[in-house]
């Protein structure tokens, strides 16, 4: 658990919140069908918690490899979502953004 902890912590250190100008959404993961966190991203600012969203924008489902993978850089989300490696349900465009509003160091 606090191996997602510090992967989230780390997510929420690299927002770009120049890049969340006038975006509203909210990003719930489930990380190997058990363990639930959502980022939450509003006009410039962002807030990561453990649990389930009321309403998410997107819910993304993956392992916690493919998460440090795409958050690493190693795996492109897109390329990680093709191959059948991230299960995305709402509004899966959305989560085209997560690059810009994360990016990677």
Known sequence: MSDLQSIFSEMEQRFNAEAAAGVESVFQYEIDDSNHWFVAVADGSCSVAQGQHDE??????????????????????????????????????????????FPVS
């Open 56 to 101: 998410p924008t997107v819910t993304l489902a993956m392992d916690v490899a493919t998460l440090q993978d795409v958050l690493s850089g190693e795996t492109d989300g897109m390329q990680a979502f093709m191959a059948g490696r991230i299960r995305a349900d709402g509004n899966i465009m959305e989560a085209t953004r997560l690059a810009t509003l």
